[in-house]
C-alpha cells in the first residue's frame, strides 16, 4: 500500500492554511490602522464640531449652553481615548524593539 499520495495531500493542505494564514495577518492589520485612521478623523470632527459651538457661543448666537458642554466633554473624552490608545501603540513598539533576538 502506498502512502506517499496521502503525505503529498497533507502537505498540501497545511501549505493552503499557512497562506491563508498569512493573508488574515495582512488584512487584520490593514483593519486595524484604517481603524485607527477612523478614529483620529471622528476626534478631529469632534474636536471642530466643540470649537465651531464655541466661537458661536462667544458671539452670541443662540447656542444652547447645554449643547456646548456635551460637545466639549464628546470632543475631550475622544481626545482622551485617542491620546490613551497612542500611548498603547508606543508602549507595545518599545516593548518590540526591546525584545531580544
Avoid: P, W
Avoid at 495582512?26 to 469632534?46: C, K, P, R, V
Amino acid at each position: 500500500m502506498d502512502i506517499n499520495a496521502i503525505r503529498n495531500i497533507r502537505c498540501e493542505a497545511i501549505a493552503l492554511d499557512d497562506t491563508s494564514r498569512r493573508v488574515n495577518v495582512d488584512s487584520g492589520f490593514d483593519t486595524i490602522f484604517s481603524s485607527a485612521l477612523n478614529m483620529l478623523n471622528e476626534t478631529n470632527d469632534l474636536q471642530n464640531t466643540a470649537e465651531s459651538m464655541e466661537i458661536q457661543f462667544a458671539l452670541g448666537d443662540a447656542v444652547n449652553t447645554h449643547d456646548l458642554q456635551i460637545a466639549q466633554q464628546k470632543a475631550n473624552v475622544a481626545l482622551s481615548y485617542t491620546v490613551a490608545v497612542r500611548d498603547k501603540v508606543i508602549e507595545a513598539y518599545n516593548s518590540i524593539m526591546n525584545m531580544q533576538i
